[in-house]
Each structure stands twice: as structure tokens, then as C-alpha cells.
């Protein structure tokens, strides 16, 4: 069973920026295409970014130029800098652990709050 840490969540003024942060446990975590999805309320769940197995990135229009996904294979940690960080940012940001050889792998952490308002 797939397990995940989710940190870096917190209240920023707009202009900010946070650093979310994910850790999973368990061994072949570099073979995994994982993503960062936010909802907010009264919304449903939408893609932010996704990295392959091998670096490669997708973003969503709204964040592109300001946001920037990344992963340390060697920490078994997905990362997320968010920087310009606007008041529509404000959602619960989900971690999501994808294996494109088994749809079935496919897991999700327990979300971390951002919220952007000054």
C-alpha cells in the first residue's frame, strides 16, 4: 500500500510564494507518473501539473510561468513551487501517485490547504 506525506500548505499573501512538498513510501516511486490536483469548494478536483517517469512535465494553462513541478527520485518526494501565487489559487492540493502499465495503481494523498488572501 502506497503511502503519502503531504506538507509545504499554508495561508500566503497574493504575490507569494509555497513549496508543497509530497513523500511516498514504498520502493519503484521513479517508475510512477505523479501529479498535483487541487479542488476548491463547490469545485471538482482539477489537474495542476503532472511529471513523468522520465522529467516530463505538463501544467495547466492557469498556472504555467508561475508554478513548477519537480521530483527527487533518490527521496522518493514530489515538490511543487508555487510562486505568484493569486487568490483563485486558494484550493486543497492533492498529491496522486499514477502507473500508466496499471490503471489500477493509482493513488492519492490526504491534500494540504493553500490559501492565498491578504
Known amino acids: 500500500q502506497v503511502q503519502f506525506v503531504e506538507s509545504g500548505g499554508g495561508l500566503v499573501k497574493p504575490g507569494g510564494s509555497l513549496r508543497l512538498s509530497c513523500a511516498v513510501s514504498g520502493s519503484s516511486f521513479s517508475i510512477y507518473t505523479m501529479g498535483w490536483y487541487r479542488q476548491a469548494p463547490g469545485e471538482q478536483r482539477e489537474l495542476v501539473a503532472v511529471i513523468g517517469s522520465r522529467g516530463a512535465t505538463i501544467y495547466a494553462d492557469s498556472v504555467k510561468g508561475r508554478f513548477t513541478i519537480s521530483r527527487d527520485n533518490a527521496k522518493n518526494t514530489l515538490y511543487l513551487q508555487m510562486n505568484s501565487l493569486k487568490p483563485e489559487d486558494t484550493a486543497v492540493y492533492y498529491c496522486?501517485?499514477?502507473?500508466?502499465?496499471?490503471?489500477?495503481?493509482?493513488?492519492w494523498g490526504q491534500g494540504t490547504q493553500v490559501t492565498v488572501s491578504s
Open positions: 496522486n501517485l499514477f502507473w500508466e502499465r496499471d490503471p489500477m495503481t493509482n493513488y
